[in-house]
């Protein structure tokens, strides 16, 4: 079974494909680590963030477990991904190492973007979680208040809807909707209702 989970950020996205991933006894990949790490090793080294060939040879020799989940977690790192997630060559070589994860034997689980629409087409299980952009900012905000004491709650929303724009607007596999795709909407949710709504819609398919 292949369950991709697309979605906004901070949309519940990632708990919920925690949470069925363990539940199903899928190998989970989070592809935005992916981006991230590719933007923050670009930063680290000082290649451009459009910098299509330098930015490439990141991403196809990316080492995850050489970074820290709190570098790849800043508010930073990811404004930085949705600049490298723009370039088709970064895309390009990402592809692969997503699309294997997909088709392993036994199955898996992806959340990201475009996991329904480019990378696994051929899901058993297509979610789309979203949720107002208010309710995201609130919850990122108290994501990154621990380690960023001094970012505002106007300032992450505004950083979200740039970052929805850019997701959504990009020429090569933009953040999109797959036409089978489940719609759950967290806005006015808890994370085990939407939980509940994400099973029940693998258990519909099983
Ligand atoms: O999901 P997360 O916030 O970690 O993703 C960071 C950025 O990586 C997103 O804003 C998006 O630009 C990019 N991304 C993508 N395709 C994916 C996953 C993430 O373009 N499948």
Known sequence: ???????????????IAKRLAAKYALPHMDTGCLYRA???AALKQGIALNDAAGLQ????NLDLSKFRDSDLRTGEAGKAASQVAVIPE?????FELQRSFATQAGGA??????IGTVIAPDADVKLWVDANVEQRGYRRWKELVGFEPDVTLEEVIKQLRIRDERDQSRKDAPAAIASDAVLIDTTDLTIDAAVE??????EAVL
């Open 57 to 60: 040879q990141i991403a196809m």
């Open 90 to 94: 970064v895309r390009q070589a990402l």
């Open 109 to 114: 689980l992806l959340d990201g973007r475009d």
């Open 1 to 15: 079974m292949i369950i991709a989970i697309d979605g906004t950020t901070a949309s519940g996205k990632g708990t």
């Open 197 to 202: 709504k994400a099973i029940a819609a693998v």
């Open 38 to 40: 590719t933007a923050v």
